[in-house]
């Protein structure tokens, strides 16, 4: 708390005034930080034209979100504040697996996916490869985070669901929606 009064050029006296310690720093500074996202992705996903469309902008806000993280703020999280963790990854799963969920049925209504999908279990399967990257050795975390990477992971998901409609938008428009920024 010395520390982020000095940051924050206030006195720790202000700073217990509005928390009553750092474990409820912490929290308000990850929960800000879950409505900063969610507020990014409600932006994105109203100026995409096309479930395909939404995909591509979404999974290039998700890119600049971990590029934006501190590798080690998870890890830390975990180890100091395991309930704020617990609650972060709760909140984490339940979104991912909407967002998902609502893109999925976008694309089927709007005739781009395939109409045979169980949309919820590639919903929550999406969401279960995404979450396990971290927890297996077959990949490095620097491997991991590599934008070519998260790209190839990204265009299986797509292809995956595609239906031949959806794959003819997507080759006809993919220098289009370029992941690269």
């Not at 009553?20 to 409600?42: C, F, P, Y």
């Not at 994105?44 to 501190?70: G, P």
Request: aromatic content about 12%.
């Amino acid at each position: 708390m010395d520390d982020v009064s000095h940051e924050l050029r206030i006195s720790k006296k202000t700073l217990y005034e509005h928390f009553s310690d750092k474990s409820k720093l912490v929290e308000k500074v990850v929960d800000r930080g879950i409505e900063n996202q969610r507020t990014r992705i409600a932006e994105t996903k109203k100026d995409s034209e096309n479930a395909i469309h939404e995909a591509f902008i979404v999974f290039k806000v998700y890119l600049q979100m971990v590029k934006e993280r501190f590798p080690s703020f998870e890890y830390d999280l975990k180890k100091y504040y395991p309930d704020i963790a617990a609650k972060l990854n709760k909140i984490k799963r339940k979104e991912i697996i909407e967002n998902t969920l609502s893109n999925i049925m976008r694309g089927i209504n709007e005739g781009l996916y395939r109409e045979d999908l169980d949309a919820e279990i590639i919903s929550r399967f999406n969401f279960l490869i995404v979450d396990n990257l971290g927890k297996q050795e077959l990949f490095t975390m620097e491997e991991i985070y590599l934008e070519d990477f998260s790209t190839q992971m990204f265009l299986y998901h797509l292809y995956g669901i595609l239906n031949l409609k959806g794959i003819k938008y997507l080759n006809e428009n993919f220098d289009q929606l370029k992941i690269t920024q």
